[in-house]
């Protein structure tokens, strides 16, 4: 059965930075869009940013520049990398692989 597996998620102060990962369990080579999305307590699920198979990359306004998602086709897996995080960055942060997601990693932003 195909998966993928979400990791990096953790404890961090307001600034800090963390690198999220998203490893598949078969190549993502031909997966045309991968995303990011994140789901805080008591809102919708949202995306956070989303990279296609020629490297264009889309974001959410709120991590515009502080941000970053790649892809390593020769390792299948996906990345969010995090810097000057904030508080409202608080969520579980799941992958999505062409239609198929994760199961979240919890990131939490506090002082």
């Known amino acids: 059965q195909v998966q993928v597996v979400e990791s990096g998620g953790d404890f961090v102060q307001p600034g800090g930075s963390l690198r999220l990962s998203c490893a598949a369990s078969?190549?993502?080579?031909?997966?045309?869009?991968m995303a990011w999305f994140r789901q805080a307590p008591e809102k919708q699920r949202e995306l956070v940013a989303l990279?296609?198979?020629?490297?264009?990359?889309n974001y959410a306004d709120s991590v515009k520049g502080r941000f970053t998602i790649s892809r390593d086709n020769a390792k299948n897996t996906l990345y969010l990398q995090m810097n000057s995080l904030k508080p409202e960055d608080t969520a579980v942060y799941y992958c999505?692989?062409?239609?198929?997601w994760g199961q979240g990693t919890q990131v939490t932003v506090s002082s």
């Open positions: 999505k692989s062409g239609q198929l």
């Open positions: 990279i296609t198979i020629d490297g264009s990359t």
């Open positions: 078969r190549s993502i080579s031909s997966i045309y869009s």
